[in-house]
């Protein structure tokens, strides 16, 4: 099944299982949004990570410690 | 010439050489606040007895007796902070910040709390609760988000130094629009307690805007709590990347961004190398997606049933968007995180600095924030958060300066560098001032030009 990048099949969907209401104005900025990240999202997902090691406990202020 | 005029050390000195009265200068700030902020709103509140207070307990320190202002990000002894918005997703309250803790100790007046953005989420400043700021260089036009007021008050010389809060690059941004130097520090090096995310936030950090680099220094010390010293960039390696953060930007930033970094690689006796970093356009990805989820922890279905109605449509209805965003892509853009570090670390092996354009395209106007670039018509967001991104996901220090001007309007280059290496980011930026001559640091936009009435 192709993954769909369509907010009127998305977003009704997950704010209905979330009990989230919202009105006309809300909903267009949510597909406008929608179009604007779910594309690079979708991207992300596929990106393959599976060589890179997780990094744990990760200090930001400093370099990786593991490479 | 007022005092407001000087650089922030120069009042600094000014004062602390008896040549100005520090209860004058505050009186001139706020007479500088009202004559020229009804312009660009830059400056969304000011409380004339809590600064003579601040100024009368003020130890005797770096930053002695000199204005400065805040954004409403950080909260106050005396004032809650409001992040630009009718209602905020986390708790909030007045409150000794770690930055007010900063500028006290040094002993600067705070004179009034800088507009932002509504809750910190676009890189234009053309929405918040008290109206958008204007950007002093052409007030129909965005001044630079989220720290817009900042930006747009040390531009207009209302302040000649603001503190900001950068999350994806909301000091950056405005200090490329309004043609100011700004330094978004190394995670974790700048003073962010009290802040609503401190604790939560791994993309958020406090920092300077000012005229230039050696002011960043003065106050970033302050903020920092130790004096970044400076050095020479002498033999500086700077890095240039072929990717659309240095190639998908207007004519006039390419050139002018080129023209910075031959001209900083002569002053330093340096090089430029071409080097391979791959995907970072999905590292800016991984970095909205990071900064948005953190800040869900405020947020329920409960809660989001019943916002403010004076919150923006866009910020309420891209709220309720930020619930639906997958885990899986968080949990990814985390596994990104780890490996753009990494990158870094083998980058800067072979380079000192990382050097592409701020932003793409000069500041959009406040009614239509677009940007034209050579693959199309972009909102500036998209385009701004693409060079942004990288040093908020990754924790790495960088540095806006301004290095041109463009149908009247500021042009900046981005310099990036390893982690704790603040101090030689300030130190090219020195350079790169001294390469031409000072000429963009010392512009001045048509607001910062106009002669005081008699008595200011």
């Known amino acids: 099944m192709e993954a769909s990048n369509r907010a009127d099949d998305f977003i009704p969907a997950g704010l209905a299982s979330l009990g989230i209401e919202a009105d006309e104005i809300e909903l267009a900025v949510m597909g406008a949004a929608h179009s604007l990240f779910w594309p690079g999202i979708l991207d992300l997902l596929e990106f393959d990570t599976d060589g890179v090691a997780p990094e744990p406990r990760a200090d930001l202020s400093m370099p990786p410690q593991t490479t | 010439m007022s005092a407001l005029d000087l650089t922030l050390r120069g009042q600094a000195a000014a004062i602390v050489a008896g040549e100005v009265d520090p209860a004058q200068l505050l009186d001139q700030a706020l007479e500088r606040i009202a004559q020229r902020n009804p312009e660009i709103n830059a400056v969304v509140e000011t409380f004339p007895e809590r600064s003579r207070q601040m100024l009368e307990e003020a130890p005797r320190g770096p930053l002695y007796g000199v204005p400065v202002v805040i954004k409403d990000e950080w909260p106050l002894p005396w004032r809650a902070q409001r992040f630009g918005a009718a209602e905020m997703f986390s708790p909030t309250g007045p409150g000794e910040s770690g930055p007010y803790r900063a500028l006290r100790d040094a002993g600067a007046t705070i004179v009034g709390v800088g507009n932002m953005h509504e809750l910190g989420a ?84 406090s920092g300077p805007l000012c005229a230039d680099a050696a002011d960043c220094r003065l106050l970033g010390s302050a903020l920092f709590g130790a004096s970044l010293e400076a050095g020479e960039a002498r033999g500086l390696r700077i890095g240039v990347v072929r990717d659309t953060v240095s190639e998908d930007v207007a004519p006039a930033v390419h050139d002018a961004c080129a023209e910075a970094i031959e001209a900083l690689r002569a002053e330093t006796g340096g090089e430029v190398r071409e080097i391979a970093l791959a995907d970072i356009e999905l590292a800016a990805l991984a970095t909205v997606l990071i900064a948005n989820t953190e800040g869900l922890i405020g947020l329920s279905p409960e809660r989001l049933a019943k916002l403010d109605p004076a919150l923006s449509p866009i910020a309420r209805g891209f709220a309720k968007y930020r619930m639906l965003l997958p885990a899986a892509a968080s949990v990814k853009a985390q596994r990104i995180r780890t490996l753009m570090r990494r990158r870094l670390v083998t980058a800067f092996a072979d380079v000192d600095a990382i050097a592409w354009p701020t932003v793409p395209a000069v500041a959009p106007p406040l009614d239509a924030p677009l940007v034209e670039l050579p693959s199309g018509t972009l909102t500036a967001d998209q385009a701004n958060v693409r060079g942004a991104g990288l040093a908020n996901l990754t924790g790495i220090p960088a540095i806006s300066v301004p290095v041109g001007l463009a149908d009247g309007l500021p042009i900046a280059l981005q310099l990036q560098a390893a982690w704790g290496d603040d101090e030689l980011l300030l130190d090219a930026a020195e350079a790169l001032e001294r390469a031409n001559g000072r000429r963009w640091v010392e512009s001045l936009p048509p607001l910062a030009r106009q002669t005081e009435p008699t008595g200011a």
């Open chain 2, 122 to 205: 676009s890189s234009t400043g053309n929405a918040s609760v008290y109206g958008p700021a204007c950007n002093p260089w052409n007030p129909e036009r965005c001044p630079g988000g989220s720290s817009s007021g900042p930006g747009a008050a040390v531009a207009a010389r209302l302040v000649a130094g603001a503190v900001g809060a950068d999350g994806i690059g909301s000091i950056r941004f405005p200090a490329a629009y309004c043609g100011l130097t700004g330094l978004k520090p190394t995670f974790g090096r700048a003073a962010m307690d009290g802040h609503h995310m401190a604790g939560v936030s791994s993309t958020i950090v």
